[in-house]
């Protein structure tokens, strides 16, 4: 069957198209034209709205009650679920510091369920952590952290069926760049963060093929005139990403914005970091193994350290628009395309294209989200 959506404009990686019509056959996209194909059997009219690709959220640890760490199946389901309202499509479920025996767990689970889930893609798994350094912890157990150690990497690997797609790591610890090279040289993407490292000690996991910076700014050593630390590597090196978190709490508009003009828009992965309490009324949650308190729109530790947030992905994406730090074409790049390059998994999401899912949205031309479509069927539409 030949469905048609009709809209003012559609976000493409070459630019803006429209208005016009998108071909969709069942569930995966076809072209884009001007004029009404003549073989149709359903025109969806979005006058007056914006299509874009499904928002690709690549580190967030749980949603609506439910913690990727909980190691509950059903959880994992559920959050699937429920970040269709957010705008996402696919995302990366993401573990905390814990012990070797707990992440075997979870990761066997989610290896187990990950193809099972009805809403969101999980497109493979994030490990944040455990090999990171006390001085910037965040909300991280320094009782696990310990050195990179490939043995334990592939266990977890192996158990997962193959989907660890990207490990957080702090450059300062003994052994990083063989690791680095080892699992990247496997396909998997290497991210620097919860780190006291030096800009030096960071470019030389970049040299070795790490490529990302967790959650820019925080859990990480800042730039020094003298020093620029893991910051300075962030804006300064070549070719690397950055993941940020805009919710106006982790990250001041401005210094987004000076990461942006420095690093390139094309170089931001909008994130999330959301942990169980995101769309969740405020009180008393916990995130992983800490007990957090979310209250006015933030989620602290008991001694006050922001634990994760409680961030929607489309929120971040008004969000930068409003501060104006980013264009709307900007803004949805930064929450798709982005993200999907960073982590290697643009060949299944992250944009509009032919022969590809129909995963996408719809918004208003404020950026408020209106509709989620799956495969070419909407499965979540704003009352």
């Not at 310990?146 to 334990?152: A, C, E, K, R, Y």
């Not at 266990?155 to 680095?180: D, T």
């Amino acid at each position: 069957m030949k469905t048609v959506i009709y809209a003012e404009k559609f976000f493409l990686t070459s630019g803006i198209e429209g208005p016009g019509y998108l071909d969709i056959t069942n569930g995966v996209f076809g072209k884009i034209t001007k004029e009404k194909p003549s073989d149709v059997s359903e025109v969806i009219d979005y006058t007056g709205k914006w299509i874009a690709p499904g928002l690709v959220d690549t580190h967030i640890h749980g949603f609506k009650n439910n913690d990727v760490m909980d190691n509950n199946a059903e959880g994992i389901k559920q959050m699937s679920e429920d970040l269709l309202s957010c705008g996402v499509t696919s995302f990366l479920p993401t573990t905390l510091t814990s012990s070797r025996e707990q992440l075997t767990a979870v990761a066997k689970t989610i290896g187990e369920v990950y193809q099972d889930v009805k809403g969101a893609k999980i497109q493979g798994i994030y490990f944040e952590g455990p090999f990171f350094t006390e001085e910037y912890k965040g909300a991280q157990n320094p009782g696990y952290f310990s050195d990179p150690d490939i043995n334990v990497f592939n266990e977890w690997q192996e158990v997962s069926g193959g989907i660890i797609k990207k490990i957080a790591l702090a450059p300062e610890r003994e052994g990083v760049s063989e690791f680095v090279k080892e699992v990247t040289d496997n396909g998997v993407v290497v991210a620097l963060g919860h780190s006291n490292a030096t800009l030096d000690e960071a470019a030389e996991a970049v040299e070795c093929g790490a490529s990302i910076f967790v959650h820019a700014f925080n859990g990480m050593r800042g730039l020094n005139h003298r020093e620029p630390g893991m910051v300075g590597a962030a804006m300064n090196l070549k070719h690397v990403f950055s993941e940020l978190i805009c919710d106006g709490h982790h990250v001041h508009p401005d210094a987004a914005q000076i990461l942006m003009e420095k690093a390139g828009h094309e170089h931001v992965a909008l994130i999330t970091d959301c942990m169980m309490a995101g769309g969740m009324p405020d009180g008393n949650y916990m995130l992983g193994e800490f007990p957090v308190v979310v209250k006015d729109g933030t989620a602290r530790m008991e001694e006050g350290n922001l634990a994760g947030s409680i961030l929607r992905l489309k929120e971040a994406v008004k969000n930068v628009v409003e501060w104006g730090i980013a264009t709307p074409e900007e803004a949805i790049m930064m929450a798709t395309y982005v993200p999907a390059v960073s982590c290697k998994m643009e060949d299944v999401c992250g944009s509009i294209t032919r022969g590809r899912a129909a995963d996408f949205i719809v918004l208003s031309d404020k950026l408020d989200l209106e509709a989620t479509y799956l495969d070419g069927k909407c499965r979540y539409q704003v009352q």
